[in-house]
């Protein structure tokens, strides 16, 4: 588990409402499909190859959708990959400058 800063807690809050996951079993609460994070994170202006693989760093479980502490780990690793740094799981434990996404 990875501690989050306090503005880094209230962007994935923000990031994730509205958007939800929903699977055969039903509603996934705090969560959203890698494919939805996609598309999210367009903002953030990475290659979709690096996206991918923080996502595949962020989802532990290979489950297809990323949980709220997964998001946590997400919006870190793209702030380090804004930067230039090329990420990887060592670098989840780092704090960062928050990412910055444009709409």
Known sequence: M????AEENI??????AGVTFK???GRKKDSIS????LNLFQGA???DEVLLYIFSIADKEEEGY?????????VR?????????????AWVHRCMC???HEA
């Open 2 to 5: 990875i501690r989050l800063s």
């Open 11 to 16: 962007l994935v809050a923000q990031l994730i």
């Open 23 to 25: 699977n055969k079993f």
């Open 34 to 37: 890698t494919e939805d994070a």
């Open 45 to 47: 202006k990475l290659p």
């Open 66 to 74: 990323l949980d709220r502490e997964d998001l946590g780990v997400v």
């Open 77 to 89: 690793l793209i702030g380090w990959a804004q930067i230039g740094v090329q990420v990887s799981w």
């Open 98 to 100: 928050l990412c910055v």
